[in-house]
């Protein structure tokens, strides 16, 4: 079975330009999650979703990221106008909790870094 | 509110040796309590998990972790471990009624030769 597939696996660009970073959720998973990693704050929860729907933005920056799941086999986490303080990894993580918790399996992240 | 410690930002150990990385997490409710693994450029990967049940979990690679409710606690241990296990390890909790995870800050495993 394929894991979760992030897109692209490293991202370089220019303070100011929209970033869309972009992941497949295992098929059949309900939740996906989305985390970014710094030195400085670890490892972050940013948003989640439950059959396509926003449960829980609550650690989203701010304004300029949005995330998004039009469907169950595909979600953007976008950046619009990016920063120097916005390089990090994004992860993208997906399961199942049908039945109760489940481990959440996560993709190869994306190295995003902003000059 | 949840949440999790874990004190040893960096663990250095000779190869062989055993090791424990530390987890303690707070939480007002029931807990379940996972142990991942993060290798180099790598996402993370599930190494055991406590849901319920037998207090001691083990992994398929020789680790294990103990859920001790009295000291809120989650420890992960070795007997021996190999350069191979060097890594970055999260302890993370989450608990009935979410799908978040609260992740600890990480410990870094560097095993030596």
């Known amino acids: 079975d394929a894991g979760v597939i992030q897109s692209p696996r490293h991202e370089v660009t220019e303070m100011g330009q929209e970033v869309t970073l972009r992941c497949k959720p295992i098929s059949g998973h309900d939740y996906l999650f989305w985390y970014r990693q710094t030195m400085m704050r670890g490892l972050e929860l940013l948003i989640y979703f439950n059959n396509n729907v926003p449960i829980d933005d609550s650690g989203m920056p701010e304004d300029r990221f949005s995330a998004k799941m039009p469907n169950a086999s595909f979600s953007t986490l976008k950046i619009q106008p990016s920063e120097p303080r916005d390089s990090a990894v994004y992860f993208c993580a997906s399961s199942s909790h049908q039945g109760g918790p489940d481990t959440q399996y996560f993709g190869p992240g994306t190295r995003l870094t902003v000059l | 509110a949840q949440s999790v410690t874990q004190l040893d930002s960096q663990v250095p150990v000779f190869e062989e040796a055993p090791v424990e990385l530390r987890c303690n997490y707070s939480?007002?409710?029931?807990?379940?309590l996972f142990w991942y693994v993060q290798y180099p450029n790598q996402g993370l990967q599930l190494l055991l998990k406590?849901?319920?049940?037998?207090?001691l979990v083990e992994s398929i690679n020789g680790f294990e972790a103990e859920f001790n409710k009295s000291q809120t606690s989650f420890h992960l241990r070795k007997p021996s471990v190999h350069i191979s296990d060097t890594a970055e390890y999260f302890c993370?909790?989450?608990?009935?009624?979410?799908?978040?995870?609260?992740f600890g800050t990480g410990t870094r495993l560097k095993v030596l030769a």
């Open positions: 406590y849901l319920s049940g037998s207090t």
């Open positions: 993370a909790v989450s608990g009935p009624g979410t799908y978040k995870y609260i």
């Open positions: 939480s007002s409710v029931s807990v379940y």
